[in-house]
């Protein structure tokens, strides 16, 4: 072979690597955009605090106001918004147990809601702030639902023949903890319920009331603030709070001593957290008060990061194929959320096969306290 052809082929097999390289970092970074796709804004008249998605097409959005402004998805190219006036403050949270909408406030009252925005009922047990609400679903009879207040007060409730809601059971944190949020865990396989609950710097677990009492099974010094949001993934609960996650084991009582795993990835404080579930996969989405949404996969490494928000990412939502966040900046960014083929690239490890790294690492030169349980 001629020197030349031989030199030709040469150039031509680096060009063909070069293509290919190039070719790979492309469907890597087609990977990383597509699993969420942005595709419009939202513009509504205050900060927004809360998102929830009521039947199956209109979006309750809470605002810093107190309004409740509701956008039918349907006509979401429409820009068509209600508002109506909820409360004097803040809306902290939106729940819906049909056939009822819950809302609480910078108050301590709790409304009750008809989808049609119609006021049925106030609950005035809380003394403190009600921050949080959640549903305790039950098989036979009506779901329970369980409150929080910043007087560190949790209420359980549970209607009536006549749909009138009243206390079931209620438990107060010692030193009056004020109670920032709540989830709900149910482990089908090892028969138990258990409520987490995130104060200031701190969670608590606590079992289902059975016979209008609530045992506390264990707290814990989670954060070095408060306790945003939890959510489950898998056997796993992830916790935010100032600029970490946390992760922990479910079985956080009888693992007493299992130190959670620590992402640093946000710039300031982790204000909210949602779990996308897919076939092959699972996602966790973080918002936070550097304006960013980090996408996490099921083993808990980075997988995108996307910048649309203007301000302050309070909350985030997801109904279907769609996500949503909610800012200070007065915007609701909407996103399709992509369906993963069996072309792109392979799954993350599965979330049971995560790894508990403990607190000794060091996270940009700082040294992450260690979780103790408290006394």
């Known amino acids: 072979m001629e020197p030349l052809e031989s030199d030709a082929i040469e150039i031509l097999d680096s060009l063909m690597d070069s293509l290919l390289s190039h070719a790979v970092s492309l469907s890597e970074a087609r990977y990383k955009k597509e699993l969420l796709h942005y595709f419009k804004t939202l513009h509504v008249s205050d900060g927004v605090m809360c998102l929830q998605v009521i039947g199956e097409n209109h979006l309750w959005c809470g605002l810093r106001s107190g309004d409740i402004e509701v956008i039918d998805l349907n006509q979401l190219y429409d820009d068509k918004i209600i508002t109506f006036k909820a409360h004097e403050k803040r809306v902290y949270n939106i729940l819906e147990v049909k056939p009822y909408v819950w809302t609480c406030a910078e108050e301590p009252d709790i409304y009750l809601w008809t989808p049609q925005r119609e006021k049925v009922s106030t609950l005035s047990h809380h003394k403190g702030i009600v921050k949080s609400m959640i549903q305790i679903p039950r098989k036979s009879t009506s779901s329970i639902v369980c409150t929080g207040d910043t007087e560190g007060t949790i209420c359980f409730w549970v209607p009536d023949k006549k749909q009138a809601f009243s ?34 710097y701190n969670i608590y677990v606590l079992g289902v009331p059975t016979g209008g009492s609530v045992k506390l099974l264990g707290s814990w010094k989670a ?92 909350c985030l939502h997801s109904m279907g194929e769609k996500l949503f966040s909610g800012s200070r900046d007065k915007m ?17 490890v599965e979330a049971k096969s995560l790894k508990f790294t403990g607190f000794h690492k060091l996270f940009k030169g700082k040294k992450v306290k260690e979780a103790k349980q408290i006394e």
């Open 167 to 200: 206390p079931l059971a209620s438990i107060s944190l010692k030193d009056r903890d004020p109670v920032c949020s709540l989830l709900y865990l149910n482990s089908e396989k090892k028969k138990k319920e258990r409520i987490w609950v995130g104060t200031y």
């Open 223 to 314: 954060h070095t603030g408060m306790v945003r949001a939890m959510v489950q993934v898998d056997r796993f609960v992830w916790s935010c709070g100032d600029d970490q996650i946390a992760v922990w084991s479910s079985d956080i009582e009888e693992d007493r001593n299992l130190d959670p795993r620590r992402l640093l990835a946000h710039e300031g404080a982790v204000y909210s957290l949602q779990v996308i579930t897919q076939p092959d996969r699972t996602h966790v989405i973080s918002g936070g008060f550097d304006k960013t949404i980090i996408v996490w996969d099921g083993n808990a490494n980075k997988v995108d990061e996307i910048h649309e928000h203007q301000d302050v990412i309070y």
């Open 332 to 348: 609701i960014c909407c996103f399709d959320i992509k369906n993963f083929d069996s072309d792109l690239p392979p799954k993350p």
